[in-house]
Structure formats: C-alpha cells, structure tokens
C-alpha cells in the first residue's frame, strides 16, 4: 500500500453534528454547505505523483519547471483532483452508499497548485435529484 | 518516489514516425488521431490509489465492494484519470511545451474499471485555436 505522506489537520470550527456517520437523501437540503480539513502539498508529493501519472519534465524537475508554460513546479492537476476527492470523503459530507460520480459538466483548474499550498474543499448542495436508473440513489 | 508497477504494452502498429520528439501548432490538424499503448490496472493499483485519495470502504475490500452500487471492486474515477493522463503523455501527442489542460467542459465515467482491465486512450484533434493569453500556445 502507499504511505499517506499528507499532513491533514481541521481548519473549520468542531460542528454542531461530531459524530456523523452517514447521511441519506432526507439528510441533504439545498444551501447546504460543507467544508473540509486541509491537506498541505509538497514538492515530494508533486514529483512522486507525476513520475508515477504525469512525467513531463516540468513536473518533474524545479529547472524545467521553471522555463515551463506553468513557471515553476506546480502540481499535475489531477493530482489536485485526486486530494480534492480526499478532502470531501473525509469531510463530513458522508452520503450513505458513498461518493461515486457520473462524471462532471464543468471542471477548471484556475490556478497552479504549488509546493507548500494548502488544499481545501467547499461544496454547497444546489440541488438533490433522484437517480432515475437507482430510485435508492441521489445526485446532488 | 513512488514504484510504477503498472504494466505497460504497445498494442499498435509501429508508426511512420518512430522518432517522434515534440510536435508544434504546424504538425496538428484537424482529424488527426492519436493512439496510446495499454496500461493493466490490477486490484491492488486500485486498492492503493484508494488507500490515498479515496478511502472509501467500497474502493478498499471486495466484500465492501460487492455489495456497493458498483457491485464489486472498481478503480476510483480519479485513478482511471489519472492513467489516461500517463496514457497521454507517453503518447505519440506530445506537444512541444507538454500537455497541460485547463479543464474539461465534459467528463464522463461511462462504465467501471475493474482489476485486469486494460486501458488505452483514442483521442482525435477536432480543432486547433490559437490561446488568446499566450499566443504562442494553442488549444486542441
């Protein structure tokens, strides 16, 4: 199994619900906010993703980074994708059944990820859906 | 840095241009298409990306699996992502400057990837603009 090597730590206020386990389609209501802890990213993160999902040489390497499009090390962006599903399975968004995605209509990355950066989610429910194919199921 | 175990083949024919090192805005066209080898995904990839960036029980044990919405073990979206993104670069595409995205207008996870599935990536240059922040760039 890999090492986690992530630093975590909680930056929001302990909630008023500590000890949520799961929450089903009744627990979920739009306006509904949730944030999560932080996972701070560093250049060894960085590197040890791209050798192993994204090897170009500037996310490799602090010099070809430097004379990239990107201007020094930042992370694969779906690196960043991959700590953001981190960051909302431990949050305490917690459907029942999980957070298993369709896919998405609109994905950006605005901004290089760096070294040193620290990462964290916030999600609003705008909607709540049921599956039509799975009627136990949600989409929000 | 992590160990790459995965298992990689060429599954095309060699192509007219063997030594293929960057292409430039002039070497795309639209209709062009790009063929990358295979990756094998095993259950154990799965179950160490997951122990990573997505712990989710179903994503860990197969008797979780098996009684998921996925029904049965089943790579993280993320993972599979993150693949195609290894798929890509070490691709006969290779772009002068490297592969970097700003996002996706659509993303889907049509079906699972289960332990033994092979990947590949079919992609197609539909058009070629000229980036408007940074015109020696371009977007395909």
């Not at 791209?50 to 779906?78: H, I, K, M, N, Y």
């Not at 960043?80 to 998405?104: H, Q």
């Not at 040193?116 to 194919?133: N, P």
Request: include cysteine; hydrophobic fraction near 40%.
């Amino acid at each position: 199994m890999t090492v986690i090597m992530y630093t975590e730590g909680r930056d929001c206020e302990p909630r008023q619900e500590p000890f949520v386990t799961e929450r089903y389609l009744e627990d979920f209501h739009a306006g509904q906010t949730f944030r999560s802890g932080r996972i701070r990213i560093e250049a060894s993160h960085i590197k040890s993703f791209a050798a192993e999902f994204d090897p170009q040489p500037f996310q490799l390497d602090e010099r070809a980074a430097t004379d990239s499009v990107l201007a020094g090390l930042a992370a694969s962006g779906w690196h960043t994708a991959a700590i953001t599903m981190r960051l909302r399975v431990v949050s305490d968004l917690k459907p029942a059944g999980g957070i298993v995605g369709a896919g998405f209509d609109e994905f950006r990355w605005p901004r290089p990820v760096r070294p040193g950066d620290d990462l964290r989610v916030e999600g609003e429910v705008l909607e709540i859906r049921a599956s039509k194919s799975q009627p136990a199921s949600a989409r929000s």
